[in-house]
């Protein structure tokens, strides 16, 4: 069963960084592209970053780039998100996502979807 | 890069159909076939509805259908159901090699 698991969430001042990580199971992680993605509380859907099966490819959205980074751990299975001088409107839950079965170097649909953590920032 | 736009809401009676639209640019809807739409009920995960403009994920409902013309994409659900209620996202790859949604359509079944 593919399972997908975020974590590493929680209550950080502005200014202050934070790692997320994401726990994957049940397909070959090596070969899957892998997302980030968070949700504000009562707003929509933000897509954030993807990486490559590799590691070697990365693309950010604008309203992270410099301050978020996407990596992976692929002898663990494990999907990560640094992020630094987190900001009050980063407040969020993080979800972390793959493709459909077959589509595993296509990070344009997102199938398995993580429970999601949340983040926020306040001071 | 700004947001798909979509409407705030839409509303439809049970068995009706409605119509979801998603306008974008030349540079994501209007450039690729990369259209995918998700529903999300509260407090929930979304769900992946269709993808690639017009194809149903697995075991999605053949109520549920896509299209695109230009650079908006449609999502119509016929034979509305109460089940249907829920928050829907439309997304597309851009030529920047990035995803972006839409902001989202709250649709309520009368």
């Known amino acids: 069963e593919v399972q997908v698991l975020a974590s590493g969430g929680g209550l950080v001042q502005p200014g202050e960084s934070l790692r997320l990580s994401c726990a994957a199971s049940g397909f070959t992680f090596a070969i899957t592209t892998m997302t980030w993605v968070r949700q504000a509380p009562g707003k929509g859907l933000e897509w954030l970053s993807g990486i490559s099966g590799s590691g070697r490819d990365t693309f950010y959205a604008d309203s992270v780039m410099g301050r978020f980074t996407i990596s992976r751990d692929n002898s663990k299975n494990t999907l990560f998100l640094q992020m630094h001088s987190l900001r009050v409107e980063d407040t969020a839950i993080y979800f972390c996502?793959?493709?459909?079965?077959?589509?595993?170097?296509?990070?344009?649909?997102?199938?398995?979807w993580g429970q999601g953590t949340l983040v926020t920032v306040s001071s | 890069q700004s947001a798909l736009t979509q409407p705030a809401s839409v509303s439809g009676s049970p068995g009706q159909s409605i119509t979801i639209s998603c306008t974008g640019t030349i540079s994501d809807v209007g450039l690729y076939h990369y259209v995918s739409w998700y529903q999300q009920y509260p407090g929930k995960v979304p769900k992946l509805m269709i993808y690639d403009v017009a194809y149903r994920s697995s075991g999605v409902s053949d109520r549920f259908s896509g299209s695109k013309s230009g650079n908006t994409a449609s999502l119509t659900i016929s034979g509305l159901q109460a089940e249907d209620e829920a928050d829907y996202y439309c997304s597309s790859y851009t030529n920047n090699n990035t995803v972006i949604f839409g902001g989202g359509t709250k649709l309520t079944v009368l």
């Open positions: 996502a793959r493709p459909p079965e077959g589509y595993d170097t296509d990070w344009s649909k997102l199938a398995f």
